[in-house]
């Protein structure tokens, strides 16, 4: 079992940053890949970003050259800084692992923080 703890989630004006951290814990394999995805009220769960082990990234073009993330492996956290935020980026992040076995892939989900960005 993997259990993931996000934080760095708040309110900030348009054009400010935040820094999400995500920590995981529990039986952590070597080979994953970590992202972050977001909900706004009303709307679907979206693909934010995400790494894996090797460090290769992948970006929502909605977030590109404002977010950045990025991982520390040997304490199996994962990073989200956002910056020039804008009100529509307002939404609960949520933290994600995916690694797999050789039957099938393991999903985790953190309880995901909540993004505030005032206009």
């Known amino acids: 079992q993997v259990q993931l703890v996000e934080s760095g989630g708040g309110l900030v004006q348009a054009g400010g940053s935040l820094r999400l951290s995500c920590a995981a814990s529990?039986?952590?394999?070597?080979?994953?890949?970590m992202a972050w995805y977001r909900q706004a009220p009303g709307k679907q769960r979206e693909l934010v970003a995400t790494i894996t082990s090797g460090g290769r990234t992948n970006y929502a073009e909605s977030v590109k050259d404002r977010f950045t993330i990025s991982r520390d492996n040997a304490k199996n956290t994962v990073y989200l800084q956002m910056n020039s935020l804008k009100p529509e980026d307002t939404a609960v992040y949520y933290c994600?692992?995916?690694?797999?076995?050789?039957?099938?892939?393991?999903?985790?989900w953190g309880q995901g923080t909540q993004v505030t960005v005032s206009s």
């Open positions: 529990g039986r952590i394999f070597s080979n994953n890949v």
């Open positions: 994600k692992v995916a690694q797999d076995t050789i039957a099938t892939t393991l999903v985790y």
